[in-house]
């Protein structure tokens, strides 16, 4: 439980009510009410400031396209990590409107492939060294860490790891057509984190940021649900997939499937199986 001491020593004057909410599987997530204000403040225990560096910076990159919340502040009391957001009031929006506003992050380019900064933070570390070349940095930082990971836990095996050396060359020729731009990712697109303003209009939260393939931003948009045809026809009308993105999504749909693996165990060895069965 979390101290009144504690919660005073935010940047946050004449609070009045804090309330435990829903904020995700890795912070503690509050509701707190000030006199003139509501916010909607993260905590995570044992962590300095830093914790939330990237997601503050993610905000601000997708804010360049998006509606994201606002930043309030972070930093760090006693030896927990805090970060504040404006609170959002929800409500229903079109998934054409999303669909729009997505395009329009993943027409946001970079030079090359990655991040300025590595996210080992988390329960699973993100490799973000800069690549020219995207499939050697989907390969390389992406796939090869979670199989590695994998194995090192019990969850692979010679049969798994027989069809991922089939899958590379496949996939390769799968993309051997494209030019390939680094997009500016959302990098965890599933339905939990977009929202819709009260007033109808969409919102991207909780981002984990790089530049890399739009379609695997995409592909994570495919596996929970949560997207219809609607939110596709209008990415389409903004910045249109190139053709063949039907065969090609296996391939992305792996490396999300592949980090459940790890995070929840064989319950997803199933759904890893039948991807690289393809191959």
């Known amino acids: 439980m979390v101290s009144e001491k504690w919660f005073a020593q935010l940047p946050l004057k004449q609070i009045e009510s804090v309330t435990p909410v829903s904020g995700g599987d890795i912070n503690e997530a509050f509701r707190v009410?000030?006199?003139d204000a509501t916010y909607f403040v993260l905590r995570q225990p044992n962590h300095d400031a830093s914790f939330y560096d990237h997601e503050v910076e993610g905000l601000h990159l997708l804010s360049q396209a998006a509606l994201v919340p606002q930043v309030i502040g972070s930093g760090t009391i006693g030896d927990d990590a805090f970060l504040i957001l404006n609170w959002i009031n929800t409500g229903h929006g079109s998934q054409r409107d999303l669909g729009h506003l997505v395009a329009t992050v993943h027409q946001v380019h970079a030079d090359q492939f990655g991040f300025h900064t590595n996210v080992t933070n988390g329960k699973l570390p993100k490799i973000n060294?800069?690549?020219s070349d995207w499939l050697t940095f989907y390969f390389n930082q992406r796939l090869d860490v979670?199989?590695?990971r994998a194995e090192e836990h019990g969850l692979w095996n010679a049969n798994r790891q027989h069809h991922f050396e089939q899958f590379k060359p496949q996939f390769e020729l799968e993309n051997a057509h494209r030019t390939i731009l680094p997009s500016l990712l959302h990098g965890d697109l599933w339905s939990g984190n977009y929202l819709f303003t009260a007033d109808g209009q969409p919102?991207?939260?909780d981002p984990d940021v790089f530049y890399g393939d739009r379609e695997l931003d995409l592909a994570m948009t495919t596996i929970f649900g949560g997207f219809d045809e609607d939110f596709y026809d209008a990415y389409n009308q903004v910045y249109p997939i190139?053709?063949?993105?039907?065969?090609?999504?296996p391939g992305y749909q792996l490396y999300y499937l592949l980090a459940h693996l790890n995070l929840f165990g064989e319950s997803y060895g199933g759904a890893v199986d039948r991807i690289l069965s393809r191959y």
């Open 242 to 249: 190139d053709p063949g993105f039907e065969d090609r999504l």
């Open 146 to 148: 979670l199989v590695n």
């Open 129 to 131: 060294t800069w690549q």
């Open 203 to 205: 919102m991207l939260i």
């Open 33 to 35: 009410e000030t006199i």
